[in-house]
């Protein structure tokens, strides 16, 4: 896929990677993109091709009705998550739901109202936002790590789906981004403008899944080996016992 003349919309556009998809989108000529967020007041893009739109992942209906005003998208970023950093067992477990009816379920329905407009437009491609915690899981992460993982297999699943209606989707997978959802995280942290740019070559290279950083690499080939060794380096790392 060329960017250029593409008509993008993207989920959580409001911070973070989200505006950074929005902004090397525009970069790279997108005729339009339009940007949403749960409150489009907080949009601040100064650009006349962004369409500030309402979506909310735990609503029904401002899904349906994105997908209702955005006939014309041929690619679809799916990024707007949260972190309650619930414990699974411990944890409350309406938090936990929360994370699975976001990162699963909201993106899913996301998918299913927007794939008939793709398909309507030629195909496309979706862009699915995932981590490194799809693959494993680490403290405080319980909720977050089995949510990610859902929604990776689901990324794998819809793109069988998807594949003849000649819908690209992709997944990117990425450790830790310097973005407010990790302001309490001390380890190292990627640049989060190198998300998209790393998705979007991707996207014009046919690259179904995208690793944008080195620790993620790692945590993808650990998966063919025992994962004991690997879970004791991690807390090691993270400086858990």
Sequence with gaps: MNITDQIALVTGANRGIGRQFVLELLDRGARRVYATARRPESLDFDDSRVVP??????????????????RDVTLLVNN?????????????????????????????????QFAPVLAANGGGAIVNVLSALSWFAGPGTGAYSAAKAAEWN???GVRLELA?????????????ADTDITADYDG??????????????????????VIVDDWTAMVKASLADDPAPFYTRVTEMLGAS
């Design 188 to 209: 190292p942290k990627i640049d989060p403008r190198d998300v998209p740019r790393r998705s979007l070559d991707g996207l014009a290279a046919g690259s179904i899944e």
């Design 164 to 176: 003849a209606q000649g819908t690209l989707v992709q997944g990117v997978l990425l450790g830790a």
């Design 80 to 112: 707007a998550g949260i972190a309650t950093g619930a414990p699974l067992v411990t944890g409350e477990l309406i938090e936990v739901r929360r994370e699975m009816d976001t990162h699963f379920w909201g993106t899913l329905d996301v998918i299913r």
């Design 53 to 70: 739109l309402r979506l909310d992942l735990l609503d029904h209906e401002s899904v349906v009705a994105a997908a209702a005003t955005a």
């Design 154 to 156: 689901m990324t794998n």
